[in-house]
Nanobody
Framework: QVQLVESGGGLVQAGGSLRLSCAAS????????MGWFRQAPGKEREFVSA????????TYPDSVKGRFTISRDNAKNTVYLQMNSLKPEDTAVYYC???????????????WGQGTQVTVSA
């Protein structure tokens, strides 16, 4: 069992930056691939980024590539999402998730956080 708690969301102007954190409980954090997803009102949940168990491999969709960076600190049981050059279309609730391996599909993740709101004003 893994419990995930996101933090770091907020309101930022377009072009600004935010860093999201996701703290995981339990001693098996390093056994899980981690992902970030987001969901805007009226839209489906969207893949944002994922990172492998060791942190050596990451993946992003084109919509955030070059602007967002995922990282993890296995000693702190935490995964991060650094978001730069934010755009109004990045506004959404951001969720972190844990799964047996990194992936781009929500069904590949077994554990989810409660989400943190990110709002980017024009």
């Amino acid at each position: 069992q893994v419990q995930l708690v996101e933090s770091g969301g907020g309101l930022v102007q377009a072009g600004g930056s935010l860093r999201l954190s996701c703290a995981a409980s339990g001693r098996t954090f390093r056994s899980y691939g981690m992902g970030w997803f987001r969901q805007a009102p009226g839209k489906e949940r969207e893949f944002v980024s994922a990172i492998s168990l060791s942190g050596g491999e990451t993946t992003y969709p084109d919509s955030v590539k070059g602007r967002f960076t995922i990282s993890r600190d296995n000693a702190k049981n935490t995964v991060y999402l650094q978001m730069n050059s934010l755009k109004p279309e990045d506004t959404a609730v951001y969720y972190c998730a844990a799964g047996l391996q990194m992936g781009q599909r929500a069904w590949q993740y077994s554990y989810w956080g409660q989400g943190t709101q990110v709002t980017v004003s024009a």
